[in-house]
């Protein structure tokens, strides 16, 4: 009885360290590179430190602060034998991005909320669980360097197009989830 109680206990404790909420963004910056859900790329810009920066404002202004909604369909199926009914759900998430500028660098967050629909694992900040984050380093006239950190699920799209945003390559907004 005790053995199972402490087995259960570590169990508990090590699922826990596993799916530990994200609550800020050095921790996403952390994390994100050793996730197997998570992408990192870091690449050099010749454009100057001010047009990149208001490039990636600009986009990430237009295309990642908004509401998105998604319905979901799904028939039925079988599992263990028994039947499960199939169903439509829908599901509301807010993205809100912000760019901000100290000194030499530069860093964009993006956050997605979930607005009821989905079933939430851990506790999410308040203004959502973070989809990217992109820090810019100016070099003076050999342009600049970004890390980007995102994730890998659903925001692929994402995280192939801010490259081009701070190009000034690309005006497109990516089509997310």
Request: a positive charge; charged letters at 15%; hydrophobic letters at 35%.
């Amino acid at each position: 009885m005790k053995l199972r109680l402490l087995v259960l206990c570590l169990l508990g404790t090590l699922l826990q360290a596993c799916v530990s909420p994200i609550l800020d963004p050095q921790t996403f910056r952390e994390r994100i590179g050793s996730s197997m859900f998570g992408y990192t790329k870091e690449f050099n810009s010749s454009k100057s430190f001010s047009v990149a920066v208001a490039n990636l404002k600009a986009q990430s202004a237009k295309c990642l602060n908004k509401t998105l909604q998604k319905t979901q369909s799904s028939g039925g199926n079988w599992q263990g034998g028994m039947y499960m009914a199939g169903g439509t759900s829908t599901i509301t998430y807010t993205t809100k991005s912000s760019v901000s500028v100290q000194g030499n660098t530069a860093s964009l967050i993006a956050q997605e909320k979930n607005n009821g629909g989905a079933i939430q694992v851990v506790k999410e900040p308040p203004d959502g669980n973070y989809i990217v984050v992109v820090d810019i380093t100016d070099n003076g006239k050999a342009g600049v360097t970004a890390k980007l950190y995102g994730i890998r699920a659903g925001f692929d799209p994402l995280n192939e197009i801010i490259p081009k945003w701070i190009n000034g390559e690309s005006k497109m907004c990516p089509e997310l989830h």
